[in-house]
Protein backbone atom coordinates (compact mmCIF):
# COMPACT_ATOMS: atom_id res chain seq x y z
CA UNK A 1 0.00 0.00 0.00
CA UNK A 2 1.09 3.43 -1.07
CA UNK A 3 1.87 6.11 1.99
CA UNK A 4 -0.93 8.13 2.52
CA UNK A 5 -1.45 12.03 2.19
CA UNK A 6 -0.15 15.06 3.95
CA UNK A 7 -1.72 16.64 6.14
CA UNK A 8 -5.39 16.45 5.38
CA UNK A 9 -5.06 13.15 5.34
CA UNK A 10 -3.28 13.06 9.26
CA UNK A 11 -6.68 14.51 10.10
CA UNK A 12 -9.19 12.70 7.73
CA UNK A 13 -7.34 9.63 7.49
CA UNK A 14 -8.63 6.68 5.32
CA UNK A 15 -11.21 8.43 4.20
CA UNK A 16 -12.98 9.01 7.68
CA UNK A 17 -14.34 11.96 9.48
CA UNK A 18 -11.96 12.99 12.48
CA UNK A 19 -11.30 16.17 14.68
CA UNK A 20 -8.72 17.92 14.14
CA UNK A 21 -7.78 17.07 17.85
CA UNK A 22 -7.94 13.86 16.88
CA UNK A 23 -5.73 12.96 13.90
CA UNK A 24 -4.92 9.31 15.01
CA UNK A 25 -7.12 7.23 11.55
CA UNK A 26 -10.58 6.44 11.86
CA UNK A 27 -11.67 2.61 11.32
CA UNK A 28 -14.75 2.45 8.84
CA UNK A 29 -16.79 1.17 11.94
CA UNK A 30 -16.08 4.74 12.94
CA UNK A 31 -16.60 6.36 9.41
CA UNK A 32 -19.92 4.73 9.97
CA UNK A 33 -21.01 6.26 12.77
CA UNK A 34 -19.70 9.81 12.48
CA UNK A 35 -22.12 12.24 13.63
CA UNK A 36 -22.49 15.98 11.80
CA UNK A 37 -20.41 18.61 13.48
CA UNK A 38 -18.54 21.38 12.60
CA UNK A 39 -15.35 19.48 12.32
CA UNK A 40 -16.97 17.61 8.99
CA UNK A 41 -15.69 18.25 5.87
CA UNK A 42 -15.60 16.85 2.53
CA UNK A 43 -13.23 14.14 2.36
CA UNK A 44 -10.82 13.94 -1.21
CA UNK A 45 -10.87 10.87 -3.38
CA UNK A 46 -7.36 9.96 -1.70
CA UNK A 47 -8.48 9.33 1.84
CA UNK A 48 -12.11 7.57 0.23
CA UNK A 49 -9.82 5.66 -1.34
CA UNK A 50 -7.26 4.99 1.95
CA UNK A 51 -9.96 3.52 3.90
CA UNK A 52 -10.97 0.88 1.48
CA UNK A 53 -7.40 -0.59 0.64
CA UNK A 54 -7.48 -0.97 4.56
CA UNK A 55 -9.54 -4.25 4.48
CA UNK A 56 -8.16 -5.40 1.21
CA UNK A 57 -6.34 -4.95 -2.48
CA UNK A 58 -8.82 -3.16 -4.54
CA UNK A 59 -8.86 -3.84 -8.61
CA UNK A 60 -7.89 -0.27 -9.23
CA UNK A 61 -7.42 -0.26 -13.39
CA UNK A 62 -10.97 -2.15 -13.12
CA UNK A 63 -12.42 0.98 -12.10
CA UNK A 64 -11.33 3.50 -14.75
CA UNK A 65 -13.88 5.37 -16.91
CA UNK A 66 -13.58 6.41 -20.84
CA UNK A 67 -12.29 9.88 -21.92
CA UNK A 68 -14.75 12.50 -20.49
CA UNK A 69 -15.72 15.89 -22.73
CA UNK A 70 -13.11 18.64 -22.88
CA UNK A 71 -15.59 21.22 -23.98
CA UNK A 72 -18.18 22.13 -21.25
CA UNK A 73 -19.04 26.22 -21.28
CA UNK A 74 -21.05 25.74 -18.34
CA UNK A 75 -18.74 27.11 -15.21
CA UNK A 76 -20.63 24.38 -12.55
CA UNK A 77 -20.58 21.00 -15.12
CA UNK A 78 -16.54 22.43 -15.38
CA UNK A 79 -16.16 22.58 -11.40
CA UNK A 80 -17.96 19.13 -11.01
CA UNK A 81 -15.81 17.53 -13.73
CA UNK A 82 -12.66 18.46 -12.46
CA UNK A 83 -13.35 17.31 -9.35
CA UNK A 84 -14.27 13.73 -10.87
CA UNK A 85 -11.12 13.88 -12.68
CA UNK A 86 -8.90 14.45 -9.49
CA UNK A 87 -10.68 11.03 -8.48
CA UNK A 88 -9.56 9.74 -11.46
CA UNK A 89 -5.59 10.92 -10.97
CA UNK A 90 -6.01 9.38 -7.53
CA UNK A 91 -7.55 5.82 -9.13
CA UNK A 92 -4.33 5.54 -11.73
CA UNK A 93 -2.18 6.19 -9.03
CA UNK A 94 -3.01 3.74 -6.82
CA UNK A 95 -2.62 1.77 -9.94
CA UNK A 96 0.66 2.65 -10.46
CA UNK A 97 -0.12 3.25 -14.34
CA UNK A 98 2.08 5.99 -16.08
CA UNK A 99 0.54 6.76 -18.94
CA UNK A 100 -3.02 7.05 -17.02
CA UNK A 101 -1.89 9.18 -14.75
CA UNK A 102 0.05 11.70 -17.09
CA UNK A 103 -3.57 11.59 -19.60
CA UNK A 104 -5.28 12.60 -16.67
CA UNK A 105 -2.79 15.15 -15.38
CA UNK A 106 -3.27 16.79 -18.56
CA UNK A 107 -6.97 16.65 -18.64
CA UNK A 108 -7.33 18.64 -15.01
CA UNK A 109 -5.02 21.56 -16.58
CA UNK A 110 -7.21 21.67 -19.21
CA UNK A 111 -10.53 21.68 -17.38
CA UNK A 112 -8.54 24.25 -14.72
CA UNK A 113 -7.90 26.77 -16.52
CA UNK A 114 -11.58 26.60 -18.06
CA UNK A 115 -12.36 27.93 -14.76
CA UNK A 116 -9.91 30.41 -14.54
CA UNK A 117 -7.48 29.13 -11.93
CA UNK A 118 -4.08 30.59 -11.43
CA UNK A 119 -0.77 30.11 -13.28
CA UNK A 120 0.56 28.15 -10.16
CA UNK A 121 -2.35 25.71 -10.75
CA UNK A 122 -1.38 25.10 -14.30
CA UNK A 123 2.14 24.81 -13.93
CA UNK A 124 1.54 21.75 -11.84
CA UNK A 125 1.33 20.11 -14.75
CA UNK A 126 4.76 19.45 -15.74
CA UNK A 127 5.08 18.21 -12.23
CA UNK A 128 2.81 15.17 -12.82
CA UNK A 129 4.18 14.44 -15.44
CA UNK A 130 7.55 14.18 -14.63
CA UNK A 131 6.71 12.29 -11.42
CA UNK A 132 4.48 9.92 -13.52
CA UNK A 133 7.47 9.12 -16.05
CA UNK A 134 10.17 8.49 -13.26
CA UNK A 135 7.25 6.28 -10.85
CA UNK A 136 7.42 8.73 -8.31
CA UNK A 137 4.11 7.95 -6.70
CA UNK A 138 4.48 8.92 -2.75
CA UNK A 139 5.43 12.26 -4.91
CA UNK A 140 2.88 11.98 -6.82
CA UNK A 141 0.04 11.67 -4.60
CA UNK A 142 1.16 14.63 -2.47
CA UNK A 143 1.23 16.62 -5.97
CA UNK A 144 -2.26 15.62 -6.80
CA UNK A 145 -3.42 16.65 -3.82
CA UNK A 146 -1.57 20.02 -4.14
CA UNK A 147 -2.82 20.78 -7.23
CA UNK A 148 -6.43 20.21 -6.10
CA UNK A 149 -5.49 22.55 -3.15
CA UNK A 150 -4.17 24.75 -5.36
CA UNK A 151 -7.36 24.84 -7.31
CA UNK A 152 -9.59 25.46 -4.48
CA UNK A 153 -7.40 28.39 -3.22
CA UNK A 154 -7.42 30.10 -6.59
CA UNK A 155 -10.89 29.65 -6.65
CA UNK A 156 -11.73 31.25 -3.04
CA UNK A 157 -9.21 34.16 -4.16
CA UNK A 158 -11.44 35.28 -6.63
CA UNK A 159 -14.36 34.44 -4.70
CA UNK A 160 -15.48 31.16 -6.32
CA UNK A 161 -16.67 29.65 -3.05
CA UNK A 162 -19.42 27.90 -4.68
CA UNK A 163 -17.47 26.07 -7.36
CA UNK A 164 -15.01 25.01 -4.47
CA UNK A 165 -18.21 23.06 -3.03
CA UNK A 166 -18.31 21.71 -6.68
CA UNK A 167 -14.95 20.76 -7.15
CA UNK A 168 -14.83 18.95 -3.60
CA UNK A 169 -18.44 17.42 -4.52
CA UNK A 170 -17.54 15.85 -7.93
CA UNK A 171 -14.46 14.37 -6.30
CA UNK A 172 -16.60 13.02 -3.65
CA UNK A 173 -19.04 11.59 -6.40
CA UNK A 174 -16.59 10.08 -8.58
CA UNK A 175 -14.78 8.45 -5.40
CA UNK A 176 -17.99 7.08 -3.40
CA UNK A 177 -19.02 5.36 -7.63
CA UNK A 178 -15.28 3.77 -7.73
CA UNK A 179 -15.43 2.61 -3.95
CA UNK A 180 -18.95 0.88 -4.22
CA UNK A 181 -18.12 -0.39 -7.61
CA UNK A 182 -14.77 -1.79 -5.89
CA UNK A 183 -16.63 -3.39 -3.25
CA UNK A 184 -19.19 -5.25 -5.87
CA UNK A 185 -16.45 -6.83 -7.10
CA UNK A 186 -15.45 -8.50 -4.19
CA UNK A 187 -17.56 -8.00 -1.65
CA UNK A 188 -17.02 -8.33 2.26
CA UNK A 189 -18.75 -6.33 5.19
CA UNK A 190 -15.60 -4.63 5.96
CA UNK A 191 -14.80 -2.73 3.10
CA UNK A 192 -18.82 -2.65 2.74
CA UNK A 193 -18.52 -0.48 6.45
CA UNK A 194 -17.04 1.90 4.63
CA UNK A 195 -19.82 3.23 2.58
CA UNK A 196 -21.83 3.95 5.58
CA UNK A 197 -22.27 7.84 5.08
CA UNK A 198 -25.31 9.49 6.30
CA UNK A 199 -24.12 12.38 8.46
CA UNK A 200 -21.45 12.75 5.34
CA UNK A 201 -23.98 13.30 2.94
CA UNK A 202 -26.47 15.48 4.60
CA UNK A 203 -23.42 17.74 5.21
CA UNK A 204 -23.15 17.78 1.83
CA UNK A 205 -26.74 18.27 1.15
CA UNK A 206 -26.21 21.59 3.56
CA UNK A 207 -23.28 22.89 1.31
CA UNK A 208 -25.04 22.95 -1.56
CA UNK A 209 -28.16 24.51 -0.50
CA UNK A 210 -25.43 27.03 0.88
CA UNK A 211 -24.34 27.90 -2.72
CA UNK A 212 -25.77 31.28 -4.21
CA UNK A 213 -29.39 31.37 -5.70
CA UNK A 214 -28.76 32.27 -8.58
CA UNK A 215 -25.97 29.28 -9.18
CA UNK A 216 -29.28 27.16 -7.43
CA UNK A 217 -31.18 27.94 -10.29
CA UNK A 218 -29.42 26.11 -12.66
CA UNK A 219 -30.29 22.59 -14.06
CA UNK A 220 -27.62 20.65 -13.22
CA UNK A 221 -27.33 21.89 -9.89
CA UNK A 222 -30.74 21.21 -9.37
CA UNK A 223 -30.05 17.43 -10.69
CA UNK A 224 -27.27 17.06 -8.28
CA UNK A 225 -29.86 18.15 -5.36
CA UNK A 226 -32.21 15.91 -6.49
CA UNK A 227 -30.31 12.90 -6.19
CA UNK A 228 -28.48 14.16 -3.20
CA UNK A 229 -31.68 13.23 -1.26
CA UNK A 230 -31.47 9.90 -2.61
CA UNK A 231 -28.15 9.27 -2.38
CA UNK A 232 -28.63 10.39 1.48
CA UNK A 233 -31.30 7.06 1.65
CA UNK A 234 -29.00 4.39 0.43
CA UNK A 235 -26.08 5.44 2.76
CA UNK A 236 -27.81 5.03 5.94
CA UNK A 237 -28.36 1.33 5.96
CA UNK A 238 -30.80 -0.24 9.13
CA UNK A 239 -29.90 -3.15 11.28
CA UNK A 240 -26.27 -3.49 11.57
CA UNK A 241 -25.23 -0.60 9.26
CA UNK A 242 -23.19 -2.73 7.18
CA UNK A 243 -24.67 -2.88 3.58
CA UNK A 244 -26.21 -5.88 2.05
CA UNK A 245 -24.28 -6.75 -1.33
CA UNK A 246 -27.47 -5.26 -2.81
CA UNK A 247 -27.39 -2.30 -0.69
CA UNK A 248 -23.80 -1.65 -2.47
CA UNK A 249 -25.45 -2.42 -5.81
CA UNK A 250 -27.93 0.16 -5.69
CA UNK A 251 -25.58 3.28 -4.18
CA UNK A 252 -23.20 2.30 -7.30
CA UNK A 253 -26.42 2.81 -9.18
CA UNK A 254 -27.09 6.22 -8.05
CA UNK A 255 -23.86 7.57 -7.76
CA UNK A 256 -23.10 6.17 -11.29
CA UNK A 257 -26.27 7.86 -12.66
CA UNK A 258 -25.14 11.21 -11.40
CA UNK A 259 -21.54 11.39 -12.82
CA UNK A 260 -23.16 10.02 -16.38
CA UNK A 261 -25.25 12.83 -16.19
CA UNK A 262 -22.77 15.66 -14.66
CA UNK A 263 -20.02 14.15 -17.33
CA UNK A 264 -22.61 14.08 -20.56
CA UNK A 265 -25.33 16.15 -20.21
CA UNK A 266 -25.27 19.47 -22.43
CA UNK A 267 -26.11 22.05 -19.22
CA UNK A 268 -26.05 25.65 -20.47
CA UNK A 269 -25.98 28.72 -18.33
Do not use: H
Request: a negative charge.
Amino acid sequence: MLPRLGVTAALLAAGSLACAAEPAPLTPAQLGNAIKSDTLTIPTPGELFAALTKPGSPNWAGQYRGPIPMTFSNRAQIALNLGGLIADGFIAIEAQDSQQVKNIGTDIIKLAKALGVSENVLSRGKSINEFAENSEWSALQEELEATQNEVKASMQSNRDQDFVILVSLGGWIRGTQVVSGSVLENYNEASARVLRQPALVSYIQAKVNDISPELQKEALVKTVREQLSEIEKLVTFSGSGTPTAEDVRKLNGAVSKLMADIQSKPYTK
